[in-house]
């Protein structure tokens, strides 16, 4: 199965995928918010409609990439690059100005499914940051002469998703709890960010290093 890569590097992305699923971000606020205003069942299609959005960023940069190496693996080349400065910025953002998640539970109309699932899905979709971190993320674990690069990516791609959806639906179910507990305890935000800005920075200084030999 040439689209299964190796185990550390599948560990190596299951740990950051992890980290970054119990990150603060737009799509937990969305779902957290929809569940105190709308109830769980609401919140858990929002979770599937981010869930789809990430679907299409795992299929542009999929066949993207693929395109890109086999047009010029320098390209490629530059892009990893980017992306390992992209990922230090993440890290040095995150230790400046830390994780926020700011929820109001407004009383509003319980929308429909395919209303829930929307939202979640053009948040994430049309959310910049996250367009351009799967750019800069998925291409760190593979390798621009690696033949299968376009089943890997793909694999990566819905192995984040699968990690990603347990994580957002136990938040869902958390979110009264999760809430306040999170805004009232700020320490814990921030050694998430500390551990965030850590685990990139290794990433980003691992392809560099990759890249220099």
Request: hydrophobic share 55%; aromatic share 12%; charged share 10%.
């Amino acid at each position: 199965m040439d689209f299964l890569p190796s185990l550390p590097t599948l560990l190596a992305f299951a740990a950051a995928t992890l980290l970054l699923a119990a990150t603060p971000g737009p799509d937990m606020t969305l779902s957290i918010s929809r569940s105190l205003a709308q109830g769980k069942k609401s919140a858990l299609f929002v979770v599937v409609g981010t869930s789809l959005g990430i679907v299409v960023h795992t299929m542009l940069v999929a066949f993207g990439i693929s395109a890109l190496i086999t047009a010029s693996p320098t390209a490629f080349l530059i892009l990893k690059t980017g992306g390992a400065a992209y990922l230090f910025w993440l890290a040095v953002q995150a230790i400046r100005f830390g994780s926020k998640l700011i929820v109001a539970k407004a009383e509003t109309q319980k929308g429909t499914a395919l209303a829930n699932i929307s939202s979640g899905f053009w948040v994430n979709l049309l959310n910049p940051k996250v367009i351009i971190f799967f750019m800069t993320f998925l291409p760190q674990f593979v390798s621009a002469g690696d033949p299968a690069v376009t089943q890997k990516l793909l694999f990566l791609g819905f192995c984040f998703i699968l990690i990603g959806m347990p994580v957002n639906a136990a938040v869902v179910f958390a979110a009264d709890w999760l809430a306040s507990w999170l805004q009232n305890n700020k320490k814990v935000l921030r050694g998430m960010d500390y551990t965030f800005a850590g685990v990139f920075s290794v990433f980003a200084a691992k392809i560099l290093l990759t890249q220099a030999r």
